[in-house]
């Protein structure tokens, strides 16, 4: 079956550290994957995306990397702020798709001071 | 830009009633999408549209739901008559596809909390 799947518990991390959220998926081959914040209250915000022959994509403190081989998306945030706490979604493109986005339910990040 | 607008922000009703939710895409996207969110659903896609034109509407729970797009600048999600369990909340996302390319992402709205008692 298809699916995609991140972090279902919430991620604690030190202020200062690196925070790393995993994103996988099966049966699945995305030509595109995204990654969003949502805060409570508001909307999903698109941070980067990342397409299928690229290996890294950086902004800033975020790091994606996509390995379509082990249908694995991997977020990193350096130097972690305590306003960095929010939930991140990632959403598959899948090629040909119609312009639809397949969605994780989220992992919830905590940054401790 | 404003960003997407959506409005109302939150929306209580009772069960039977129509409601009507609104959203505003940010000029010069020729995609709109409405989702719904739920803690057990996580995001749905319920329809889309390319150049105000109904492309997918196959989310659309049941016949009770209906999305228009008159013009470039304003859909509407109707939900006639509403029921406790369309409980949720309703974004709206807009975004641009340069020929075909992924370049950016959705720009999402801040939602419509809706509630049916």
């Known amino acids: 079956s298809q699916k995609i799947e991140q972090n279902s518990e919430a991620l604690n991390i030190q202020e200062g550290k690196t925070a790393t959220l995993t994103c996988n998926y099966t049966n699945y081959s995305p030509a595109y994957l995204q990654w969003y914040r949502q805060d409570p209250g508001r909307g999903p915000v698109f941070l980067l995306l990342?397409?299928?022959n690229e290996k890294e994509k950086r902004k800033e403190r975020l790091k994606v990397t996509f390995d379509t081989t082990l249908k694995q998306s991997l977020f990193h945030i350096t130097a972690s702020q305590p306003a960095d706490s929010a939930t991140y979604l990632c959403?598959?493109?899948?090629?040909?798709?119609?312009?639809?986005?397949?969605w994780g339910a989220g992992t919830k990040l905590i940054i401790k001071p | 830009d404003a960003g997407v607008i959506q409005s109302p922000r939150h929306e209580v009703t009772e069960m039977g009633q129509e409601v009507t939710l609104r959203c505003k895409p940010i000029?010069?996207?020729?995609?709109l999408f409405w989702y719904r969110q739920t803690m057990m659903r996580g995001l749905e896609l319920l329809i889309y549209f390319n150049n105000n034109v109904p492309i997918d509407d196959s989310g659309m729970p049941e016949d009770r739901f209906s999305a228009k797009m008159p013009n470039a600048s304003f859909s509407t999600l109707k939900i006639q008559p509403s029921e406790p369990r369309d409980s949720a909340v309703y974004f709206c996302?807009?975004?641009?596809?340069?020929?075909?390319?992924?370049?950016?992402?959705?720009?999402f709205g801040s939602g419509t909390r809706l509630t049916v008692v």
């Open positions: 996302a807009s975004s641009y596809f340069l020929q075909g390319s992924r370049n950016y992402g959705y720009t």
């Open positions: 990342i397409r299928e």
């Open positions: 000029s010069g996207h020729d995609y």
């Open positions: 959403a598959l493109d899948l090629l040909g798709s119609n312009y639809q986005l397949i």
